[in-house]
């Protein structure tokens, strides 16, 4: 699984609070980035959760 934030984020932080390890928030871009290239799979659960909950539908999961 890799997670993809695209530029709908509008900032405020529920993924990077729901899940530290996998999203960060980026001060200069003001947006949340993803910490990881290919998710571990004992976290793709949060992932999907974060992708559920985020209220801009900016993270984008492409399964592989
Ligand atoms: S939950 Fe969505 S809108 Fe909020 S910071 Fe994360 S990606 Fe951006």
Redesign the pocket.
Known sequence: MKVV?TDQ????????TLCAEV?E?DEDQL??TVKYDEIPSHLEDIVRK?AK????D??EIIEE
């Not at 984020?9 to 990077?16: A, E, I, K, L, Q």
């Not at 909950?53 to 801009?56: I, L």
């Open positions: 934030i984020c509008m900032g405020d932080r529920n993924c990077s999203f928030y947006r949340a974060a909950d985020c209220g801009a900016a993270i």
